[in-house]
Nanobody
Framework: QVQLAESGGGLVQPGGSLRLSCAAS???????MGWYRQAPGKQRELVATITSYGKTNYAGSVKGRFTISRDNAKRTVILQMNSLRPEDTGVYYCAQGISSWGRGTQVTVFS
């Protein structure tokens, strides 16, 4: 089973940017990769996904602000987050399909 490790979270003011990275221990070439987030007291929700051939899908709340990308050769998936809002606060998880998950990275947006 592929191991996933997220990085790049942190504290940022509203309007700021963060770049999350997900590093995989094995091949992700044929996999749908995704980013999910979980805010305190809420269920985990989809943020963005990207198919093996690069088709992307975004939650309505992040469309136009977040960009998901992948580099199969480097086995990484990136989530570029711009124009961050306090409601973007949460733990962000990388996933390979629905079978492998990372441990998450905390993103906090505050004034």
């Amino acid at each position: 089973q592929v191991q996933l490790a997220e990085s790049g979270g942190g504290l940022v003011q509203p309007g700021g940017s963060l770049r999350l990275s997900c590093a995989a221990s094995g091949s992700i070439r044929l996999s749908v990769m995704g980013w999910y987030r979980q805010a305190p007291g809420k269920q985990r929700e989809l943020v963005a996904t990207i198919t093996s051939y690069g088709k992307t899908n975004y939650a309505g709340s992040v469309k136009g602000r977040f960009t998901i990308s992948r580099d199969n050769a480097k086995r990484t998936v990136i989530l570029q987050m711009n124009s961050l809002r306090p409601e973007d606060t949460g733990v962000y998880y990388c996933a390979q399909g629905i079978s492998s998950w990372g441990r998450g990275t905390q993103v906090t947006v505050f004034s």
